[in-house]
C-alpha cells in the first residue's frame, strides 16, 4: 500500500511549476499509489485554489483527500478555515515561505482553533529550511514556531519536513509531529529519522510535481531500512495516523 | 557501475594521483578529470596544466565553495588554453550557485562548462536558474544528479538534450552506501531521467551521448 501525503495540483504563481487533475490520477495508477492528498500550490488566490482542490477531490474520494491553503494574514483566515471544512477538505497547508507564517505566530495560533475544532491536521509546505524564507530569518523562527504550536494544541497534527530545524528533539518532545518525506531528496532524512527518532511518524509525500513519486518509493525500497518499516513509510503510518480523515 | 549497467565514468577526487592509478588501470571504464583546490592557490593552476600536458586529462573538476575562488578566473584561462572541460559542483548558496557559475562562464565563452547537479536538487529555483544560465549561455552544460524529472524536461525542452548529461556523484562511503546493494543509488539517479519518457534519442543523449561528444569518446 502506498499513501503520498504532499501532491500538489494546480500551478505555482512564482516558480514555473504546474500540475493538472489527471496527471495526478495518471501516476497513481502507474505506480500504485493507493491514495494521495492532495494540496494546492501556495496562493494569494486563496478561495479559488482551494474550491480547485475541493472539486478534484470530490469526484475521487476513494482515492484522494484534499487540503486547503490558508494564510494567516487574511482578514477572513479562520472563516476559511471553516469554509474549506465544509467543502470536504480534511487538512490545512500552511506555506512559511510565501506566506510569512512565523512572523505572524499570534495569527497562526489563533488558526490553530478552528483546526483543532474540525480535526484537521496542519502541513508546513517547505522542503529546505536553510533557503528561502529560512535563509533570510534564520533556522530559530521555524524551530521555535513549531515548538510553540506543538506545545499549545497537542490535538493537532502537524505534518514538516524532515529537514525542520531540529528536528528530532522535536519529534522526541512531541507526539503531534510527523514527517512528510518531500521526495527523492527528502527521503535519505526520513530514513535517517525513521532509524534514529522512530519510524512510526514518518510517511511518503512526494511534493510532486516538483519531485517524482515513483523516485521517492523506490528510495524508500530499497534505501537501507528494515522491511517493516519500509512498508510503515510508504503506506501504513499515514493510513494509521491519518487513516480518519479517508 | 556495473549493476546499474554503467559504462563508464568520469571520476575525480581530490587526491589526483589517486585518480590516475584508477584510470590507468581501467582505462575503457574511467575518464580521468583534475581536481582543482584553490588553496593551494597558484599551485592549483599548475596541477591542473600539469595534467593536462603530461597525461593528456581533458576535464577539470571544481569542489564546493571553490567557484568564487580567487584563482578561478586563472584556471578558465588555463581550461581555454588546453581545451578543457570545466566541471562545477553547484548548489543553492552564494558560493556555488548557478549565477555564479553563469558569469564565471559569460566570461570565458570559449570555455565549455557544466554546472553540475543542476544548483544542488534541494532547491527548485537553483534547479530552474541552471537552466536560466544555459539558456544565456551556450557553452553552459547541465548535469542531472539530485536534480528533479520536473527541471530536468525544462532543460532538455529549453537547451536541448545534447547539453545535458547524467550524473550519479556517488563515492566511496557516499550516498551509495546509504542503500541496500551496489548500484541501487546509480539506479534511481538514472530513473530521474527515465520516468521523464524522453524521446529515445534525448534519453540516451542525457545517459552518455552528451558526454562521449564532448570527451570525443565513440559511444
Known amino acids: 500500500m502506498i499513501i503520498d501525503i504532499h501532491a500538489h495540483l494546480g500551478h505555482h504563481p512564482l516558480q514555473d511549476f504546474k500540475q493538472e487533475p489527471e496527471d495526478i490520477l495518471a501516476v497513481m495508477e502507474k505506480y500504485e499509489i493507493s491514495r494521495s492528498f492532495i494540496l494546492p500550490f501556495p496562493s494569494m488566490k486563496i478561495k479559488t485554489v482551494n474550491d480547485s482542490v475541493a472539486a478534484f477531490v470530490k469526484k475521487h474520494p476513494g482515492k484522494l483527500t484534499g487540503f486547503a491553503v490558508i494564510d494567516p494574514a487574511a482578514d477572513d483566515a479562520l472563516e476559511e478555515v471553516e469554509r474549506i471544512a465544509g467543502l470536504g477538505l480534511k487538512g490545512v497547508m500552511l506555506d512559511p515561505e510565501f506566506h510569512g507564517v512565523f512572523r505572524r505566530q499570534a495569527k497562526v495560533e489563533a488558526l490553530m482553533v478552528p483546526c483543532m475544532d474540525n480535526g484537521l491536521p496542519v502541513l508546513f509546505n517547505t522542503l529546505n529550511i536553510e533557503v528561502g524564507e529560512g535563509s533570510r530569518m534564520g533556522r530559530e523562527p521555524y524551530y521555535n514556531g513549531l515548538n510553540s504550536l506543538a506545545f499549545k494544541f497537542p490535538e493537532v497534527r502537524f505534518v514538516v519536513s524532515p529537514f525542520w530545524p531540529r528536528i528530532r528533539d522535536l519529534m522526541r518532545q512531541y507526539q503531534n509531529i510527523f514527517i512528510d518525506s518531500g521526495g527523492r531528496n527528502g527521503i535519505s532524512g526520513a530514513v535517517r529519522l525513521a532509524v534514529e527518532v522512530g519510524p512510526t511518524r514518518v510517511c511518503f509525500g512526494s511534493e510532486s510535481p516538483q519531485n517524482h513519486p515513483a523516485l521517492g518509493v523506490k528510495a524508500i525500497r530499497t534505501m537501507k531500512l528494515s522491511p517493516v518499516y519500509r512498508e510503515l513509510l510508504l503506506g501504513k503510518n499515514a493510513k494509521r495516523i491519518f487513516g480518519d480523515l479517508f | ?219
Open chain 2, 1 to 219: 557501475m556495473d549493476p546499474a549497467g554503467i559504462d563508464m565514468a568520469c571520476v575525480f577526487g581530490n587526491d589526483n594521483e589517486y585518480v590516475a592509478e584508477a584510470a590507468k588501470k581501467f582505462p575503457d571504464r574511467y575518464i580521468p578529470f583534475v581536481y582543482f583546490d584553490p588553496r593551494y592557490e597558484e599551485v592549483a593552476v599548475e596541477t591542473v596544466e600539469k595534467y593536462a600536458t603530461e597525461l593528456g586529462w581533458k576535464g577539470v573538476k571544481v569542489g564546493h565553495q571553490h567557484a568564487v575562488a580567487r584563482f578561478m578566473y586563472p584556471l578558465m584561462e588555463k581550461a581555454e588554453e588546453h581545451g578543457l572541460l570545466v566541471v562545477i559542483h553547484s548548489d543553492h548558496s552564494i558560493r556555488n550557485h548557478p549565477y555564479i557559475i553563469g558569469d564565471i562562464a559569460n566570461s570565458f565563452p570559449k570555455v565549455k562548462t557544466v554546472i553540475l547537479h543542476m544548483g544542488g536538487g534541494t532547491c527548485f529555483d537553483s534547479e530552474l536558474l541552471s537552466t536560466k544560465m544555459a539558456e544565456k549561455n551556450p557553452n553552459i552544460y547541465l548535469e542531472t544528479c539530485y536534480s528533479n524529472p520536473y527541471a530536468i524536461k525544462q532543460a532538455v525542452e529549453t537547451i536541448g538534450a545534447d547539453r545535458v548529461m547524467f550524473g550519479s556523484d556517488d563515492s566511496n562511503g557516499g550516498y551509495g552506501s546509504r542503500f541496500e546493494k551496489p548500484g541501487q543509488y546509480q539506479d534511481l539517479m538514472l530513473d530521474a531521467v527515465r520516468v521523464i519518457g524522453l524521446p529515445k534519442d534525448q534519453e540516451e543523449a542525457i545517459l552518455g551521448g552528451t558526454i562521449a561528444n564532448l570527451m570525443g569518446i565513440d559511444a
